[in-house]
């Protein structure tokens, strides 16, 4: 647990930039070192715009970046560590993302994830409806959201089971899988999409690694591509996760409304 006098002044360090509307980047190391996994991360995309464009006022992304660490912290997601030994069963989990144009000329992006454990395979595939890729910022192609959807899926469908587990990813999409090492992105809403899983991860107790793997060795990717897929996986076409309408401007309350609701968070991560 940090110490009383620290999350007061983490607190008041917060609060202060909503109240004077200025801001001082001394505050982006206070919460993010603290926190259990990198739930602090990926709510800091609209500090890195303002690094390198300062502007007055503080825009709306930068304020909801500063009201979902107030709201966070009241959570008490703190970084625990075992004093000792954890034999956590493991679980490999593949995910994989295609996109090709449609024929009215938008996106058709498809999803999949497979899952094997010594007492469990399972797998599913979904296509992402244009409400969600309106959600988005407009880009050229959705491949790297697809992706970065694809393990929220995957934990959204089978959190029962992956909870207190040592789970294995394997992503064959090299920025995508750098983005979940380092807990964000510079792209805001593709930071969301990595934060919801990471907020999802650190709320079931996962132990998480991320391994890169060959696009011709990832089992999931012919599931986004409408082929069996090998090693007697039954796909199922399951639904996405419901999403907010406009990613990036959500604020904070939804977000953690959200991991509430579908992550069975009453109040706290720590113990």
Not at 129 to 145: C, D, G, N, V, Y
Not at 174 to 197: E, M, W, Y
């Amino acid at each position: 647990m940090p110490k009383p006098q620290w999350l007061a002044r983490l607190t008041a360090t917060l609060q202060e930039p909503l109240e004077s509307g200025k801001l001082s980047v001394m505050l982006l190391d206070l919460s993010t070192s603290a926190c259990e996994g990198r739930v602090a991360r990926g709510q800091v995309h609209a500090f890195k715009a303002f690094i390198a464009e300062p502007c007055s006022p503080l825009p709306p992304n930068l304020l909801n970046n500063l009201r979902f660490h107030l709201a966070l912290i009241s959570m008490q997601p703190w970084r625990t560590v075992p004093m000792v030994k954890q034999d956590l069963a493991t679980v490999v989990v593949y995910t994989d993302a295609s996109c090709e144009p449609g024929p009215d000329g938008m996106d058709v992006v498809k999803i999949c994830y497979v899952l094997l454990a010594n007492d469990r395979k399972s797998g599913g595939r979904a296509v992402l409806p244009q409400s969600f890729l309106q959600s988005m910022e407009s880009k050229q192609t959705f491949i790297a959201h697809g992706e970065a959807l694809a393990p929220l899926f995957a934990l959204f469908h089978e959190k029962e089971f992956l909870a207190q587990k040592a789970v294995l990813w394997f992503i064959d999409n090299l920025g995508v899988l750098s983005c979940l090492c380092k807990g964000s992105s510079v792209v805001a809403d593709i930071s969301c999409l990595i934060h919801a899983s990471l907020m999802g991860m650190a709320a079931l107790r996962l132990q998480s690694w991320y391994e890169h793997v060959d696009s011709k060795a990832n089992c999931s990717d012919a599931g986004t591509r409408g082929q069996t897929v090998a090693l007697g996986v039954n796909l199922r076409s399951l639904p996405l996760p419901p999403w907010p309408t406009n990613t990036v401007s959500a604020p904070p309350e939804v977000w953690l409304a959200w991991l509430k609701r579908h992550f069975k968070v009453k109040r706290a991560f720590s113990p």
